[in-house]
């Protein structure tokens, strides 16, 4: 085996046509990261839910800073309890033949660059499970990574919490240092608790929790996002002005109120909304019975 193998990489995301980094990562643009920075997770979900994939969100999590959104391309890890023989094994191998220095965690992160989210999986281990300190996640900020998600714990809390545009999502803290694990993976399938991360996926965190967003539906779900928000947009204005009621604003609209909101949109469509246009209307009501159906309303 190879850790961080481009030929595993481009196999198992072949759904992903656009740009790559040098290893084989799916390199979903930065345009798109920006633009994810304001979809909600539950419009993130409603997208990803309809297209089958059901196993992308976790929640209960500890995070810091709170308050803060967290968006970037994964880059996982996976670690498992040791057992000797794999662990001189692998740890063997790394350092001799590719050239890794240090432990285990620490491979992951040098990997990491600008816009990146470090997805560690270590099975939901605080004692002796604290994969970073003080010391490398100032070197994930450093490198330029966005946050860390990690199925297991930290140490050094309030020095991780103090580093600005890092958001770290964890499961405990302890005192204790990272101990009798193995690393088995570098951007590979991932589990999170109840959800699955590859390599390459967009990572959205906020208060409500985590979800992985497959690279090739990262667009849509900021596309779908966005047509909802402007359409809320109109909705709350006309519901003040006394235009009309919660009712009709609430149900499928009439012919009378889609024609007045592409009236509308001719001049008042916010300027990040420019993009979309006129006659994706219809798609963006469609898109919302979707939601309904999958149990949610965006």
């Avoid at 662990?87 to 992951?108: C, I, M, P």
């Avoid at 101990?179 to 967009?202: S, Y």
Wanted: glycine fraction near 10%.
């Amino acid at each position: 085996m190879k850790f961080d193998n481009k030929e595993d990489i481009l196999q198992l995301t072949a759904h992903w046509q656009g740009d790559r980094f040098e290893n084989g990562r799916p390199r979903v643009g930065d345009d798109i990261l920006k633009r994810m920075q304001y979809v909600a997770l539950e419009e993130a979900w409603g997208v990803l839910w309809g297209n089958g994939y059901k196993h992308q969100f976790q929640d209960e999590w500890k995070v810091v800073p709170e308050g803060k959104t967290l968006v970037g391309r994964a880059v996982t890890g996976v670690m498992v309890p040791q057992r000797p023989d794999l662990h001189d094994t692998l740890l063997e191998y790394g350092q001799k033949e590719e050239g890794r220095a240090g432990f285990f965690n620490s491979w992951v992160i040098e990997t990491l660059t600008s816009g990146d989210v470090m997805v560690i999986d270590m099975f939901d281990k605080i004692f002796q499970g604290t994969y970073v300190g003080g010391n490398l996640a100032n070197t994930i900020a450093a490198r330029g990574g966005t946050g860390q998600v990690l199925w297991c714990g930290i140490r050094d809390v309030q020095q991780v919490a103090d580093i600005d545009d890092l958001v770290t999502f964890y499961r405990g803290n302890d005192p204790t240092g990272i101990g009798e694990v193995t690393l088995t993976g570098i951007n590979v399938p991932c589990r999170i608790g109840k959800a699955i991360c590859m390599p390459g996926d967009v990572v959205l965190g906020t208060v409500a929790g985590i979800i992985f967003i497959p690279p090739h539906l990262a667009e849509e779900c900021c596309i779908r996002a966005e047509r909802t928000q402007l359409r809320e947009t109109f909705q709350f204005q006309r519901i003040h002005e006394g235009v009309y009621n919660s009712h009709q604003m609430d149900s499928k609209w009439s012919t009378e109120i889609e024609e007045d909101y592409r009236e509308w949109r001719k001049t008042n469509t916010p300027e990040q909304f420019q993009h979309l246009e006129f006659e994706e209307d219809q798609k963006s009501a469609d898109d919302q019975e979707t939601s309904d159906e999958a149990g949610t309303v965006l």
